[in-house]
C-alpha cells in the first residue's frame, strides 16, 4: 500500500461501501431471490447471477441480494421480490436474464415497477 | 472489487478459535467451493464478538442472522438451507432458555439487543487484520483531523471538555494527564497504551485489540500529538498471542500506508510505534513497574512523585493509557467532546 493521503481515507471508504452497506444495513433497495428446489429447477440460479451481474456491471452499491425459500407458487418459478426501503414490496413472477435486466433498470434504480411481469404487492418474511 | 451478496461474519477471537473457528472455516470454504458459491458468499474472520460461552459463533448480513455453537457436521446443511436456499437453519439459532423458539436475528437477541457499541463499534463488523475494512469505519478520519487541524492544546481541552476518564479502573482524567505531559519540556517524551490486562477474568482490553487493533493505534497517534511524543511502546501481555499477533500485524500496515513513521498525513509529525510483550507479572500493570519493565529491570512499583508525565519511561515525560481509554480516542476527536459527554455516567 502507497502512503496514503486524506483524500485516500474517503476513497477506500467508498471503494468498500457495498460490502459495508451489507454489514451495516444502510441499503436502499434489497431483491429476495426464491430459492427452493422449485425456483432452482426453473432457473433461479442464472436469475440470480444475471442480478449479481447488473449490480456489478452498474456498479451501485446500495442494493443487496438476498435468497429466500420457496413462496408457495411453484409454478410461477423463478421469482424474486424487488423491495425499495419504504415502499411496498413487489413479487416478480416467470422470469429470465432478459426480464431481470428491464427490472433492474425499471424499479430497482428507476423506482417504478414493470407491472407486466409482477405478480403481485407484498412479500412473506425471509426468516 | 468483487461482489458478494452475504457476509459471513465468523468471530475468531480467542474464545471462538479455541472452541473451532479455523475447522468451522475450513469447512464452509470446502462447502460453499462444493456449491458453487464462493464468489457469492464471502467468510470474514472477525475479532470477538463477545458470546464467547456459545462459540463459534457467526453472524451472517445483510439477513443479520446469527448461529451459535457452530460444528463441522451441521455446516453442509447449513450451506445448503441457508446460502443456497434461502432458508436459515433453526437448529444452530440462538434460543432463550425454557423457550421453544429460536431468535433468528442478532438484533433481536436480548444479549445483544441493548448493547451500544462505542469502543467495540468495530467488533463483528471488520476484519482486524485489513486496515481497509477499519478505514472503511472512519478510521484514521481522527488521527488526521488531530494531525492537520488541531494544535496540541486543542486536542487536550477536546478531551477535557469530554469528561473521559481512564479506563484501566483508576479513573484519572485523561486530558489532565495529557495536559501535564505536554507541559513538560523534554526532546523525548513517550506516548504508551497499556495492554497488560491482569485481573483474572477480565478481557474487556483483549476483546478490543483482537476485534479492533487500529483504533488502539489510532488513539496512541493522536495522543503522541497531543503530549508531544514521537516515539510509543503497546505494552502487551504475553499471554495475549492473538491480540500481538495483531496488532502487529496493524502496525505493520500503518508504516506501509505512511500512519506510522515519518510526516504522518504530511503534518510534519512523526511516530514510531512498536510492542512490547509483558513476561506474565500481575504487577506490571501498574504504570511505574510496567515502564521498568519496558527498560529491561525487574517490575517493580515505585513510589510517586515524580510522576511519569515528569519522569517516566526511562526518566523521560511519558503518559501510560489503557487501551480501552485510547480506543475511544478517535470517536471523541471525530464527534467532540459534547457528544462524550451527554454519554456518559455522572460522576
Known amino acids: 500500500m502507497p502512503r496514503l493521503t486524506i483524500d485516500d481515507l474517503q476513497k477506500i471508504k467508498e471503494k468498500y461501501k457495498a460490502e459495508f452497506s451489507l454489514r451495516e444495513g444502510g441499503y436502499r433497495a434489497k431483491v429476495t431471490v426464491h430459492m427452493g428446489t422449485c425456483g432452482i429447477a426453473a432457473g433461479a440460479r442464472s436469475v440470480m447471477t444475471a442480478m449479481m451481474d447488473e449490480i456489478a456491471n452498474a456498479n451501485v452499491k446500495d442494493v443487496i441480494v438476498t435468497t429466500s425459500g420457496c413462496a408457495g407458487l411453484c409454478a410461477r418459478e423463478p421469482m424474486i421480490t424487488v423491495e425499495i426501503i419504504n415502499q411496498a414490496p413487489i413479487k416478480y413472477c416467470d422470469l429470465n436474464e432478459g426480464k431481470i435486466k428491464e427490472i433492474f433498470k425499471e424499479h430497482v434504480i428507476g423506482g417504478n415497477p414493470v407491472e407486466k411481469y409482477a405478480l403481485v404487492a407484498g412479500c412473506e418474511t425471509t426468516y | 472489487m468483487e461482489r458478494f451478496r452475504a457476509n459471513v461474519m465468523l468471530c475468531a477471537g480467542t474464545g471462538c478459535v479455541a472452541s473451532g473457528t479455523m475447522k468451522v472455516k475450513a469447512a464452509l470454504q470446502d462447502e460453499l467451493k462444493k456449491r458453487g458459491l464462493e464468489n457469492e458468499i464471502k467468510i470474514v474472520l472477525t475479532g470477538c464478538n463477545g458470546y464467547c460461552a456459545k462459540g463459534p459463533v457467526m453472524s451472517v448480513y445483510p439477513d443479520d442472522i446469527f448461529y451459535q455453537a457452530l460444528t463441522v457436521e451441521e455446516i453442509p446443511k447449513l450451506v445448503e438451507e441457508h446460502f443456497l436456499k434461502g432458508r436459515p437453519c433453526q437448529k444452530l439459532m440462538f434460543k432463550e432458555p425454557e423457550e421453544k423458539s429460536p431468535v433468528p436475528l442478532m438484533k433481536d437477541i436480548p444479549f445483544f439487543k441493548y448493547q451500544v457499541l462505542r469502543v467495540l463499534r468495530n467488533k463483528g463488523l471488520i476484519d482486524p487484520e485489513k486496515i481497509e475494512e477499519y478505514i472503511a469505519r472512519d478510521g484514521y478520519q481522527a488521527a488526521a483531523k488531530a494531525l492537520t487541524q488541531m494544535?496540541?492544546?486543542?486536542?487536550?481541552?477536546?478531551?477535557?471538555?469530554?469528561?473521559?476518564?481512564?479506563?484501566?479502573?483508576?479513573?484519572?482524567?485523561?486530558?489532565?494527564?495529557?495536559?501535564?505531559?505536554?507541559?513538560?519540556?523534554?526532546?523525548?517524551?513517550?506516548?504508551?497504551?497499556?495492554?497488560?490486562?491482569?485481573?483474572?477474568?477480565?478481557?474487556?482490553?483483549?476483546?478490543?485489540?483482537?476485534?479492533?487493533?487500529?483504533?488502539?493505534?489510532?488513539?496512541?497517534?493522536?495522543?503522541?500529538?497531543?503530549?508531544?511524543?514521537?516515539?510509543?511502546?503497546?505494552?502487551?501481555?504475553?499471554?495475549?498471542?492473538?491480540?500481538?499477533?495483531?496488532?502487529?500485524?496493524?502496525?505493520?500496515?500503518?508504516?506501509?500506508?505512511?500512519?506510522?513513521?515519518?510526516?504522518?498525513?504530511?503534518?510534519?509529525?512523526?511516530?514510531?510505534?512498536?510492542?512490547?510483550?509483558?513476561?506474565?507479572?500481575?504487577?506490571?500493570?501498574?504504570?511505574?513497574?510496567?515502564?521498568?519493565?519496558?527498560?529491561?529491570?525487574?517490575?517493580?512499583?515505585?513510589?510517586?512523585?515524580?510522576?511519569?508525565?515528569?519522569?517516566?519511561?526511562?526518566?523521560?515525560?511519558?503518559?501510560?493509557?489503557?487501551v480501552e481509554t485510547l480506543a475511544q480516542v478517535p470517536l471523541i476527536i471525530l464527534n467532540g467532546a459534547d457528544w462524550y459527554k451527554s454519554r456518559r455516567m455522572h460522576h
Request: hydrophobic content about 35%; overall charge neutral; some cysteine.
Open chain 2, 151 to 322: 494544535t496540541s492544546q486543542e486536542i487536550i481541552q477536546v478531551m477535557k471538555n469530554s469528561g473521559i476518564r481512564g479506563r484501566g479502573g483508576a479513573g484519572f482524567p485523561t486530558g489532565m494527564k495529557w495536559e501535564f505531559c505536554s507541559k513538560v519540556p523534554s526532546d523525548v517524551k513517550y506516548m504508551l497504551c497499556n495492554g497488560d490486562e491482569g485481573d483474572p477474568g477480565a478481557f474487556m482490553d483483549r476483546s478490543v485489540m483482537e476485534a479492533d487493533p487500529h483504533a488502539v493505534i489510532e488513539g496512541m497517534i493522536i495522543g503522541a500529538k497531543a503530549i508531544g511524543a514521537h516515539n510509543g511502546y503497546l505494552y502487551v501481555r504475553a499471554e495475549y498471542p492473538l491480540a500481538v499477533k495483531r496488532l502487529q500485524l496493524a502496525i505493520g500496515q500503518c508504516y506501509e500506508a505512511g500512519l506510522l513513521g515519518k510526516n504522518i498525513f504530511d503534518s510534519g509529525f512523526d511516530f514510531d510505534l512498536e510492542i512490547y510483550q509483558g513476561a506474565g507479572a500481575f504487577v506490571c500493570g501498574e504504570e511505574t513497574a510496567l515502564m521498568r519493565s519496558i527498560e529491561g529491570k525487574r517490575g517493580m512499583p515505585r513510589p510517586r512523585p515524580p510522576f511519569p508525565a515528569h519522569k517516566g519511561l526511562w526518566n523521560k515525560p511519558s503518559v501510560l493509557n489503557n
